[in-house]
């Protein structure tokens, strides 16, 4: 064989190696990885549908409890859930021992006390499904359905860093008045035959509160995470400015990732690839306000990013927000696990996953069916963003393996 044939045998050998792993992700089980991955979404498809009204039957621990022992460093509910639904109704039914104005922040919210002590946010309904949110990406009020639906995104997609969420209606005046402190009964009025509440908040108004269709509300309920879990605020640092005519620095420097990966917690350890997780996340849900993050403190850099505050998703299924990915399209990088989950949720089998997980919830339907095609939609647009990058990169600098498990104290 000539000089010249052998160059280009040994080239197509080294690019068919190269281009190996991106084919088993599209094949499915040619690795061992693809093979665990396989499983584990299996595993989530078992467990998507829950069942209403499902109560603790095999245990004396509280849902309270159970849900407390799930947190660990790395996941805020485990892959097997099977107390998952009794959980979630437990959320969505128990009693209001207290309610309070929210934790500081610049949007409407309540802090509810549930029977047994368990605190809860409660963010209650401002629009309509089918409204559409204009303007910015990051405009409008949070949306309580948008919390629902991005809690069980995060099921679908195997992250689990999402606190759990469920829909609820509450009664204003037999549930929540009668147990609410001054502070947040000041904010309570009527308009027309409505009870409403503006609560106090950055941009909370009284010309602006949120209204109950007569006394009965709807809205999200999120559990507090425990006490134990300490959480730790970040400046993201994809963060916007918020200022007409300011950019961010990632927004006009074209190596602002290489940057960032000489900064801890981004320099080390598992941090960085929460990050781009997280963007593939938001831009799913159309989520562009993501200027801070939360892990758990002192951690070294090894908590996840919690999927903390997901209410300004959802607001308009015919925008989607392609800077909302910066971080993969700048780093080439993401999990190799989430490029197969990513894969295994294609031609309209992350909608479908979404209608059947959402058929559980109290306020289903949680979203309108153009936000539900918008999600297969912008995942067309995620793999395709992953395969530019693979064939810019190489599938070993794009395609990370990393699968960091600690153990729960």
């Known amino acids: 064989m000539k000089l010249k044939q052998r160059v280009v045998v040994l080239v197509a050998v080294l690019l068919l190696l190269g281009l190996a792993k991106l084919f088993l992700l599209d094949g499915g089980e040619g690795s061992a990885a693809s093979r665990r991955d396989l499983r584990a979404f299996r595993k989530m498809e078992s467990g998507l549908s829950l069942s209403r009204g499902a109560r603790l039957t095999h245990t004396l621990q509280s849902p309270w409890e159970v849900a407390g022992q799930w947190v660990g460093p790395r996941e805020v509910y485990p892959e097997e859930t099977p107390e998952l639904a009794a959980v979630l109704t437990a959320l969505g039914t128990a009693r209001v021992e207290r309610a309070d104005v929210g934790y500081k922040g610049t949007q409407l919210k309540a802090l509810l006390v549930l029977d047994g002590g368990q605190k809860v946010v409660f963010k209650p309904k401002r629009y309509s499904r089918d409204y559409v949110v204009e303007g910015e990406p990051y405009a409008g009020y949070d949306r309580h359905n948008a919390e629902v639906a991005a809690f069980h995104l995060d099921r679908i997609l195997g992250f689990r860093r999402a606190p759990l969420v469920v829909g609820r209606f509450v009664n204003l005046r037999t549930e929540i008045k009668p147990v609410t402190t001054d502070q947040l009964l000041s904010t309570f009025l009527m308009q027309g035959n409505n009870s409403c509440f503006y609560g106090k908040c950055y941009y909370c108004r009284e010309s602006e509160p949120a209204c109950a269709e007569g006394e009965k509300m709807e809205g999200s309920i999120t559990l507090w995470l425990p006490d134990v879990w300490p959480l730790q605020k970040h400046r993201h640092p994809w963060g916007r400015t918020y200022r007409e005519g300011k950019l961010a620095r990632w927004e006009y420097d074209e190596n602002y990732c290489d940057a960032v990966k000489k ?40 908590s996840m990013l919690i999927l903390l505050d997901n209410a300004k998703s959802f607001g308009n299924a015919a925008l989607d927000e392609r800077s909302i990915l910066a971080p993969l399209y700048q780093c080439c990088m993401v999990r190799l696990s989430t490029w197969n989950r990513l894969n295994l949720l294609r031609a309209g089998a992350l909608s479908s996953a979404m209608r059947q997980a959402l058929t559980f919830d109290p306020i289903n339907p949680v979203l309108a069916e153009p936000h539900l095609a918008a999600l297969d939609r912008r995942l067309s647009g995620v793999i395709a963003t992953i395969r530019q990058c693979v064939e810019s990169q190489g599938p070993d600098n794009t395609l990370i393996e990393d699968r960091m498990n600690l153990p729960h104290p």
Do not use: K
């Open 263 to 302: 900064m801890p917690p981004y320099d080390a350890g598992p941090r960085l690839l929460d990050v781009i997780d997280t963007a593939i996340f938001d831009y799913l849900i159309g989520n562009a306000d993501r200027h801070h993050y939360e892990s758990f403190q002192d951690d070294g850099g090894a």
